[in-house]
Structures are given as structure tokens and as C-alpha cells.
């Protein structure tokens, strides 16, 4: 099992991005999803959840701001950032259920300038 991670970049404060996570390998199930960020210097925290039923879960500096989703048919979690604030720059990190284990993404970068 895979999670390839894109979308990332450098953006304005303000602007929007998506990220992407595509799962591949040999898949039986998915369960919960969610993105985390890690920024220079700093802990690893979460951003957002999606549970098998689409209930969702966000951290307090992004509600109303970020909305996670998820496509299972294309086995993809995605991330839409919206009103970003240089706050937010990090590296981006998908962490997904697969099979009953939980499998993390490489790191995508996203970079809010003032």
C-alpha cells in the first residue's frame, strides 16, 4: 500500500490550494483519513478527519477554512485550503486506514507568503 501526496506550492495569503492523496496497492478497505502538518521547528499536528460515515474533524486554526473529503471509488483523500494565512505553511502529510493499518504519505509542501 501507497499514499502519494500532491497539490502542494507556494501561494499568497488568501489564495486557496488542494492537496491530493492517492491510495494504490492492494486495497480490501479503507477507513478513516485525515491530514496532518508539521512546520519547521515544530510537532506534527492534525489538520482534519474524515470517518468512514463522513463525519469530520478539524483543528481549531483551520474550521471554516479547510474542508477535508474523500472519493473512494478513485481511493482518494483531498484537502481543500481556503483563506490561507502564512500560518499554514508546512510540509502536508495524508494518513489513512488501509486493511486495518494506518499508512502515511510523503510530505507535500505549502508555502503562504504575507
Not at 17 to 45: F, N, T
Not at 57 to 72: A, E, L, M, P
Not at 91 to 105: E, L, P, S, T
Request: aromatic letters at 10%; a positive charge.
Amino acid at each position: 500500500v501507497q499514499l502519494q501526496a500532491s497539490g502542494g506550492g507556494l501561494v499568497q495569503a488568501g489564495g486557496s490550494l488542494r492537496l491530493s492523496c492517492v491510495i494504490s496497492g492492494s486495497i480490501r478497505s479503507i477507513g478513516a483519513a485525515g491530514w496532518y502538518r508539521q512546520a519547521p521547528g515544530q510537532q506534527r499536528e492534525l489538520v482534519a478527519q474524515i470517518f468512514v460515515g463522513g463525519i469530520t474533524n478539524y483543528g481549531d486554526s483551520v474550521k471554516g477554512r479547510f474542508t477535508i473529503s474523500r472519493d473512494n471509488a478513485k481511493k482518494t483523500v483531498y484537502l481543500q485550503m481556503n483563506s490561507l494565512k502564512p500560518e499554514d505553511t508546512g510540509a502536508y502529510y495524508c494518513n489513512v486506514g488501509v486493511n486495518y493499518r494506518h499508512y502515511w504519505g510523503q510530505g507535500t509542501e505549502v508555502t503562504v507568503s504575507s
